[in-house]
């Protein structure tokens, strides 16, 4: 036998490997299998448009027929036809799942769509809390095809990993091209005429320098690369805790009952019991069983001090929740005890998951400042030739936790933001499109789950269909003007100036500070 030929017997089947495809549950595993899928195919793995077309026709294993039936159907609404943003080029940082909702969206309209992760692996197992729309969202693009269990229960939750996971597959289904290990690092503007705008990226072999974008999408949250201005809002401390410990899956686990936000005024008996009896001091707490048993809770400041996880008493929670005034023992202790009093200590065990890092996944952090961008969006043009920016995801909008915003209000973000990309590959004008995004995007931080309109399956990328009571002139354009840059200066990203903003001098002579890095929520 030949070596080619034992290469050729040594391929798997097309329905093999959809499966392998299917039960991948990482970033590599499953963009290697999928690769594997397209091989077996003879599918040419650097296409975009064509790439669901081709696997819907040649993939006759009846495990795909119910996912293929949903996705047709989305592709169907009335926004994607004619593909208006086919032969454009986006860029989105951040592969996350704000990120590749983004990159849904883009390629159902027709663009060619790169995804840039500096990543390799995804390993984030805090659960996230969805609003209805977000799961009949999801339920649209068929994740239940890959993940059956997904929202079956009295409680809508998913851990951010699986939900990465889920995302990414239907990404690759739609031809979006995901390039790991790379991190963005600049813009780099038209040098001559019909020239168009570059990307710069780490590591300097990446191929994605020589490629041309229209478009550059920002869903990397507090990494913000695009670094888009943003504003704190102050409020009264708030501390809190995030944990997670094995889950083995066990019947004696799944007996367990979730706590989907016990508000200390509303169980003002338990708290108290908590509190005189262990020392522990919650405002609230939440569980969610997942991949991991998930707890979220809000201690009091003097709590933690008097338990000996905070040193020292500090007037800023900069310096209060800094690494050298944590006991991470104490914090270990202060977590598992109230995680095993919030649940009767009725599961069999509370061994801590793992992170990334190899330590016990727990994380505390302070959500007293959270910070909105200033705006949306930005529109640039150099030597005719123009790019659209905009952010999503936490670097838009800070997530308030206790009310589950993260999913819900970053998924809107994204679609906004695509919708947006549509008019902007229709030749709208700029001033219309900044008028219209930055107008919806004062709507964002009202937007509830009692505020929405409650028909989901009408939902599309269209705004209208989405927000009640929406003015898309709520801004002027003169208030948006300063955010179409057309001067011959050159591009720097966040050295621009805004509407009653500092100048550069005067940011520069500020100090900046970082909230500690203790943990994401």
């Known amino acids: 036998m030949s070596s080619t030929e034992e290469i050729v017997n040594q391929v798997e089947s097309p329905d093999t490997c959809y499966k392998q495809f299917a039960d991948a549950a990482d970033l590599m595993p499953i963009i290697n299998t999928f690769k594997n899928l397209c091989s077996s195919l003879n599918i040419d793995t650097n296409t975009y448009d064509s790439k669901f077309t081709e696997l819907k026709t040649k993939l006759t294993t009846w495990k795909c027929k119910t996912l293929f039936s949903k996705l047709e159907e989305k592709s169907r609404q009335s926004e994607y036809q004619s593909k208006p943003?086919?032969?454009?080029?986006?860029?989105?940082?951040?592969?996350?799942?704000?990120?590749?909702?983004?990159?849904?969206?883009?390629?159902?309209?027709?663009?060619?769509?790169?995804?840039?992760?500096?990543?390799?692996?995804?390993?984030?197992?805090?659960?996230?809390?969805?609003?209805?729309?977000?799961?009949?969202?999801?339920?649209?693009?068929?994740?239940?095809?890959f993940y059956q269990q997904f929202c079956v229960g009295g409680l809508d939750h998913i851990s951010i990993r699986r939900l990465q996971c889920l995302l990414l597959k239907v990404s690759l289904l739609f031809g979006v091209q995901i390039y790991t290990s790379t991190t963005f690092t600049d813009v780099s503007e038209p040098q001559n005429e019909g020239e168009g705008w570059h990307a710069k990226f780490e590591p300097?072999?990446?191929?994605?320098?020589?490629?041309?974008?229209?478009?550059?999408?920002?869903?990397?949250?507090?990494?913000?690369?695009?670094?888009?201005?943003?504003?704190?809002?102050?409020?009264?401390?708030?501390?809190?805790?995030?944990?997670?410990?094995?889950?083995?899956?066990?019947?004696?686990?799944?007996?367990?009952?979730?706590?989907?936000?016990?508000?200390?005024?509303?169980?003002q008996d338990f708290f108290q019991n908590m509190k005189d009896e262990h020392g522990i001091d919650l405002e609230n707490v939440v569980y969610y069983r997942d991949e991991?048993?998930?707890?979220?809770?809000?201690?009091?400041?003097?709590?933690?001090?008097?338990?000996?996880?905070?040193?020292?008493?500090?007037?800023?929670?900069?310096?209060?929740?800094?690494?050298?005034?944590?006991?991470?023992?104490?914090?270990?202790?202060?977590a598992k005890v109230a995680s095993v009093l919030s649940t009767e200590n009725k599961l069999p065990n509370y061994e801590f998951e793992r992170n990334h890092h190899g330590n016990e996944d727990v994380a505390m952090f302070d959500f007293t400042s959270m910070y909105t961008a200033n705006n949306a969006s930005r529109i640039l043009e150099r030597k005719g030739k123009r790019l659209l920016l905009c952010i999503a995801g936490d670097v838009l909008l800070e997530p308030f936790w206790p009310q589950g915003t993260g999913a819900a209000r970053g998924f809107l973000g994204a679609i906004d933001a695509v919708w947006m990309f549509r008019g902007f590959c229709l030749g709208q004008d700029p001033l219309d499109l900044l008028q219209e995004r930055e107008s919806i995007f004062g709507l964002?931080?009202?937007?509830?789950?009692?505020?929405?309109?409650?028909?989901?399956?009408?939902?599309?990328?269209?705004?209208?269909?989405?927000?009640?009571?929406?003015?898309?002139k709520s801004v002027s354009k003169d208030d948006v003007a300063h955010l179409y840059d057309t001067s011959d200066n050159p591009v720097k990203l966040g050295k621009w100036i805004e509407k009653g903003s500092k100048t550069e001098e005067e940011e520069e002579e500020e100090e900046i500070r970082e909230i500690p890095d203790m943990g994401q929520y």
């Open 292 to 334: 991991t048993h998930y707890f979220v809770m809000t201690a009091t400041k003097k709590s933690l001090i008097d338990k000996g996880v905070l040193k020292e008493n500090y007037n800023t929670a900069f310096e209060l929740l800094s690494r050298s005034n944590v006991n991470y023992d104490a914090l270990l202790e202060f």
């Open 85 to 145: 943003c086919k032969g454009k080029r986006i860029l989105i940082i951040g592969g996350g799942p704000v990120g590749l909702r983004a990159a849904i969206d883009a390629a159902l309209l027709g663009a060619e769509v790169v995804v840039v992760e500096k990543r390799d692996s995804y390993s984030r197992n805090n659960v996230l809390h969805l609003w209805p729309y977000v799961v009949a969202d999801l339920t649209a693009l068929g994740v239940k095809s």
């Open 204 to 267: 300097e072999s990446s191929p994605l320098h020589s490629i041309e974008f229209d478009a550059i999408f920002g869903c990397d949250a507090k990494n913000n690369a695009l670094k888009f201005k943003r504003k704190g809002r102050s409020s009264k401390l708030a501390i809190a805790i995030t944990c997670n410990f094995v889950n083995k899956r066990t019947s004696k686990e799944a007996c367990v009952s979730e706590i989907n936000g016990l508000i200390s005024y509303c169980a």
């Open 444 to 472: 964002l931080p009202q937007t509830n789950t009692w505020n929405m309109d409650t028909q989901f399956n009408k939902y599309t990328i269209n705004p209208h269909t989405r927000y009640m009571r929406l003015n898309t």
